[in-house]
């Protein structure tokens, strides 16, 4: 079966510090991969998304970039935080073929002091 | 663009009553829907998906959803309700031609006991 891994679960980082959070994927191949933002437990974000290595489109410009190293790993990067960085942010993986549904990490709760 | 709206910011229900949960979208061609279930600080989890066929779709948990093409609403419902039901509840849509999942603002179901 297919699992997805999301870490760190929680994170304080001060304005102006880099960030680096990772995903990764188990169980499947050339999963398409996404990264969103939940402000304020509500609606959903769409950053980055992802259809194979190193192929990553953004959706919203911002001071975040993401990386897709390997086939089943995505990482969601900064170099330098905003406080308006901070929130939920959820990975998520999904089959190739358009019917199917996507399936999300845990969670990382970024704070931005 | 595709779109999903979510009119109800909360819903709150009596436990064993019927509850409904509703969406509405904006799509061209054939629409791929979903519904997912958040609890607090928790990714979020599938529960059932409308791709072809029949309008009423069965999922986890006891949910269902009735898919009405006429009115372009695809409604989450569940015959009797549970207190553990409290949660937040996304439509979602993933966009034809692309691997982007779009989703509503969210429902807060509080189920009162």
């Known amino acids: 079966s297919q699992t997805i891994h999301q870490w760190p679960a929680t994170l304080v980082q001060p304005v102006g510090s880099p960030l680096s959070l990772e995903c990764t994927v188990e169980g499947t191949s050339n999963p398409n991969l996404y990264w969103y933002r939940q402000a304020a437990g509500r609606g959903l974000q769409l950053l980055f998304y992802s259809v194979g290595i190193g192929q990553i489109s953004s959706e919203v410009p911002q001071n975040l970039s993401a990386s897709r190293p390997q086939d089943r790993q995505f990482i969601l990067s900064s170099k330098k935080l905003l406080l308006s960085d901070s929130g939920f942010y959820l990975c998520a993986w999904s089959r190739e073929t358009e019917n199917t549904e996507a399936f999300f990490g845990q969670g990382t709760r970024l704070t931005v002091v | ?113």
Not at chain 2, 1 to 30: F, H, M, R
Not at chain 2, 32 to 39: A, D, K
Not at chain 2, 46 to 60: E, M
């Open chain 2, 1 to 113: 663009a595709q779109s999903v709206a979510q009119p109800e910011d909360q819903v709150n229900v009596a436990e064993g009553n019927p509850l409904t949960v509703k969406c509405t979208y904006s799509v061209s061609g054939n629409p791929y829907l979903f519904w997912y279930v958040q609890y607090p600080n928790r990714g979020l989890q599938f529960l059932l998906k409308y791709i072809t066929g029949d309008n009423l779709v069965k999922g986890s948990y006891g949910f269902e959803a009735e898919f009405n093409k006429s009115q372009t609403s695809f409604h989450l419902k569940k015959p009797s309700a549970l207190v553990s039901d409290s949660a937040l509840y996304f439509c979602a849509v993933r966009e034809v031609g692309t691997y982007k999942y779009i989703f509503g603002t969210g429902t807060r179901l509080k189920v009162l006991a």
